[in-house]
């Protein structure tokens, strides 16, 4: 009987050790970041894991400066372009490669895969011909346009994979009532579908804001950089000075939104949606 | 007015033929049940006529206007489905008041539409609740509601009470019945279940293989079946076929010689062709009585089912699959017990080796 009680006592205690090392292992790096950016510059190099006395003398640098803001408002407008443009094609895309029957439909599939399988600095050099082609070079334009090229895959499929498993007859009964399949999409499916585009938008967001090396190559002035890049190009006052104060302000300035968001979609993110659609 | 007339309708899927040239003509008005095993293309069928799926040969005309090419909301038809496939994410309102602010009617006009079916269907209570708060029963109503709201000509079902537990589909069977009397539109509906077809159908449409075995009343079709198809598949227990051959026939009667039960003579007429031909015997159930056995016809009984109201008797045949005898509940015999078996004549079925009825000479119009 004790041994039993034991036995639970030390697996519940095993059970939350483990929960506890992998909460500091995931969340350490930002904690410490959190806590670095919040010291005056005097205290940077001493090693220390508690904020004594809070100092908010990086973040006014870090905000004082033009181009940060400046590079804040660009990162917005592309990851919500890119968000937008993926998820408007990805739904459309989804729509056929989910519920029209044609042929080389898997072909299409497995292309679009593919595609999402190079890494980045292969199609780097293509990509720089093709925004210098279409003038897009240093604009949030040629930011929007290659983000979108890598988002697009992972959106169209999990938006496939979610639309192929609506009920056929949710479409027909659509049909029945005198839909087109653009008012099917945006009325029946897209609100059915609210889970996956939540989760490929946020995941698409993600991607788009913490971007670096197509927005390292693609802009060339600080009017048109994104937070990621201006965050490594933050100098201090000599060559042989890293700012560390400031860069880690920055980082928490743009990681908040991307924490926020999550927390604001992830009751969207549970599924469900779809109960009482079908017989039961 | 809303007529429907199939004319050598085909249906292909590549290279297997679902419907194989059908004709059919639906009147307005009425009640018109496919039934069939599944695989027979009645579904199919159906779909055509909703315009879900696209005929490959033949014309589908409704009120006299042919409409192959038409959306269904252009031929004015209305559906429900199998699986109601309400919009979850829609209250019963919006459900039912979609298809009509899809055709641009004014809101008054959608308010008053919704309000005027949901009354007929009883679901006023129920307006505001998603589909997922609603009971199977309820949820079937409102697919109802939704197909007859936008007053379609032509209402479809497919399978509507096939989700139902069997005391909800006693229930909605004579809903849709009452639905229909009080509408007045044409109908047409789909099931697998043959007490559903006989008692809601004005005609019952038999189909097997993608072609119609038979259409008729539902009294034509449970005593002058056409086929050995049709009287294998209409009534329950099914019929018994007995295997013979014809020996001889005049105006009055026909005299038969059977594997299993020796001669019978039947009070009826049939083709003269058929003299010398093998012939398959028909009898239901009910018109096959076990007696007392005298000698030689002697079968032994299988097994006895109380059911209650009536008790069915299964008999051993040598020759073929056992015989199936529906009698008063409290019968005396027992199982392993031996019987005769008489054959209530006038009430035989007779078909032609191909399984094709043979017509009676001078038969009473039914």
Not at chain 1, 161 to 182: C, H, K, N, V
Not at chain 1, 196 to 225: K, P, Q, V
Not at chain 2, 314 to 319: G, H
Request: glycine content about 8%; aromatic content about 8%.
């Amino acid at each position: 009987m004790t041994l039993t009680h034991l036995k639970r006592a030390v697996l519940k205690l095993g059970f939350w050790l483990m929960v506890i090392a992998l909460v500091v292992y995931a969340t350490f790096p930002f904690y410490y970041a959190v806590v670095t950016s919040l010291k005056p510059s005097s205290e940077m190099f001493q090693v220390g894991y508690w904020v004594d006395s809070v100092d908010w003398s990086n973040y006014v640098a870090v905000l004082s400066q033009d181009s940060f803001v400046q590079s804040i408002i660009n990162s917005v407008i592309v990851a919500f372009s890119v968000v937008a443009i993926a998820l408007l094609l990805g739904l459309t895309a989804a729509y056929a490669l989910g519920r029209v029957r044609f042929k080389g439909r898997t072909r299409v599939m497995m292309l679009v895969l593919g595609v999402s399988m190079f890494p980045q600095v292969a199609v780097l050099s293509g990509l720089f011909e093709v925004i210098r082609v279409l003038d897009l070079y240093n604009s949030p334009g040629g930011l929007i346009l290659s983000y979108t090229i890598f988002t697009l895959p992972f959106t169209v499929w999990v938006l496939t994979t979610f639309m192929r498993q609506l009920p056929d007859e949710l479409e027909e009964a659509a049909i029945m009532d005198g839909a087109s399949p653009w008012v099917t999409l945006t009325k029946v499916f897209m609100p059915l579908l609210w889970p996956a585009m939540a989760t490929t938008g946020l995941l698409a967001f993600i991607a788009a804001w913490n971007e670096f090396l197509f927005a390292l190559t693609f802009t060339l002035t600080d009017s048109e950089r994104t937070v990621p890049v201006a965050i490594a190009l933050i100098s201090g006052g000599s060559q042989y000075e890293l700012p560390w104060g400031p860069i880690m302000a920055a980082s928490v300035i743009v990681t908040v939104p991307l924490v926020i968001l999550v927390l604001i979609f992830q009751r969207r993110i549970v599924s469900g949606l779809t109960a009482g659609a079908v017989k039961g | 007015m809303a007529s429907v007339q199939l004319e050598r309708v085909s249906k292909r899927f590549g290279s297997t033929h679902v419907i194989d040239e059908v004709s059919l003509s639906i009147d307005h008005g009425e009640f018109v049940v496919f039934v069939g095993p599944s695989g027979c293309g009645k579904s199919t069928l159906l779909r055509l006529i909703a315009g879900l799926e696209s005929i490959s040969d033949g014309d589908l005309m409704i009120g006299g206007k042919r409409v192959n090419e038409l959306s269904p909301q252009e031929r004015g038809v209305g559906m429900v489905f199998q699986s109601y496939a309400l919009y979850p994410h829609m209250s019963v309102y919006e459900n039912m008041a979609f298809g009509l602010k899809l055709g641009k009617a004014s809101s008054e006009s959608v308010a008053e539409r919704v309000n005027e079916t949901a009354r007929i269907l009883q679901l006023e209570a129920l307006l505001e609740r998603k589909p997922k708060a609603l009971s199977g029963g309820q949820r079937q109503r409102v697919a109802m509601g939704r197909a007859i709201a936008r007053e379609p000509d032509i209402l479809l079902f497919d399978e509507p009470l096939s989700n139902l537990d069997a005391s909800l589909r006693v229930q909605m069977r004579n809903e849709i019945a009452r639905l229909h009397g009080r509408l007045g539109s044409t109908m047409v509906y789909v099931t697998h279940d043959q007490v559903e077809a006989m008692t809601l159908a004005d005609k019952i449409v038999v189909l097997n293989k993608g072609h119609i075995e038979q259409v008729g009343s539902p009294r034509t079709l449970y005593e002058r079946p056409a086929s050995k198809f049709v009287a294998s598949f209409i009534g329950s227990p099914s019929m018994n076929f007995l295997e013979g051959t014809c020996r001889s026939t005049d105006a009055r009667e026909t005299r038969v010689e059977l594997k299993a039960l020796g001669e019978v003579v039947l009070p009826y007429g049939v083709d003269s062709n058929a003299v010398g031909s093998p012939i398959t015997l028909g009898i239901r159930p009910e018109h096959l009585t076990p007696v007392q056995a005298t000698g030689s016809d002697a079968f032994e009984v299988i097994n006895v089912e109380y059911l209650g109201n009536e008790s069915c008797v299964y008999v051993d045949s040598d020759a073929e699959a056992f015989l199936t005898c529906r009698v008063e509940a409290d019968t005396p015999i027992a199982r392993n017990d031996t019987v005769s078996l008489r054959i209530d004549t006038a009430q035989a079925h007779l078909f032609d080796e191909h399984g094709q009825a043979l017509a009676r000479a001078q038969d009473s119009a039914l």
